[in-house]
């Protein structure tokens, strides 16, 4: 019994360490990113967390209990959407790889973008026969399509011009892949394999989309900063579940 107490002010610590945390973390993208449905959820937990160590003493032990089981459900979702994402299956005999579009600022790709290029990059230094489709339209921040950017990005990496395709009217992960399959039917009349690369997180929704569309493609997940792996997992999470109801 005495052990009681102390274990308590732990939990409550650690709870109040966490959502404290977790609340500047979120602070400080919402300075530097654009906000999306993540930053709210990652917000709501943050303050959530925060509440509940203040409360802490006052919850019933079957409450404590329920939220603990009510936990593993997102922990676990996450912990399958980053071992999925993080397992490649390519063999580097694709004849493409298609690179979706994220965020550019101006004519400059995003840190997330960058990390999807750079994954392509490494693709097409072992199959230099491979193309590269980069795919995503015009954006609010941006001065050029971003797959333009995107393709100067390439070419100052040594990626040849003529190795790049541009897709360059969508503006969903649907569309990079719908308009993408439409460019690489004509490019390559007798069939084609391909190979998705997206952000870890991403990769799994990624996927299910290109089948739906007609494409089964391998996949490679580019890496994303931890500091932002709460707001990316927890939008995905939504966006996977959206998936799943709307079939």
């Given at each position: ?10 939990i ?33 937990i ?19 209990i ?135 997180f ?10 739906a ?6 996949r ?28």
């Amino acid at each position: 019994m005495k052990n009681k107490p102390r274990k308590h002010i732990i939990i409550r610590t650690a709870l109040l360490l966490i959502g404290l945390l977790s609340l500047a973390n979120v602070t400080f993208l919402y300075l530097v990113a654009n906000p999306t449905m993540g930053f709210h959820l990652q917000l709501a937990i943050s303050i959530g967390l925060i509440v509940y160590a203040i409360c802490f003493n006052w919850i019933s032990k079957k409450i404590h209990i329920a939220i603990g089981l009510l936990a593993l459900i997102p922990i676990a979702f996450v912990l399958f959407l980053f071992i999925y994402g993080n397992v490649s299956n390519v063999d580097y005999n694709e004849d493409v790889v298609i690179v979706l579009g994220a965020g550019i600022h101006g004519e400059t790709v995003s840190r997330p973008l960058a990390r999807r290029l750079d994954a392509a990059i490494d693709y097409w230094n072992r199959n230099p026969d491979a193309y590269i489709v980069v795919t995503g339209g015009l954006g609010n921040r941006a001065t050029i399509t971003e797959a333009e950017a995107m393709a100067r990005y390439l070419i100052r990496r040594g990626v040849p011009a003529e190795r790049i395709l541009l897709e360059e009217l969508s503006t969903s992960t649907y569309e990079n892949l719908v308009f993408a399959k439409e460019i690489l039917d004509e490019h390559f009349p007798d069939g084609w394999r391909a190979a998705v690369i997206t952000n870890d997180f991403h990769i799994y929704r990624s996927v299910r989309t290109a089948r739906a569309v007609g494409i089964d493609a391998g996949r490679i997940g580019a890496y994303t900063e931890w500091y932002t792996w709460p707001v990316n997992y927890l939008r995905e999470m939504l966006a996977v579940v959206q998936l799943w109801v709307g079939g």
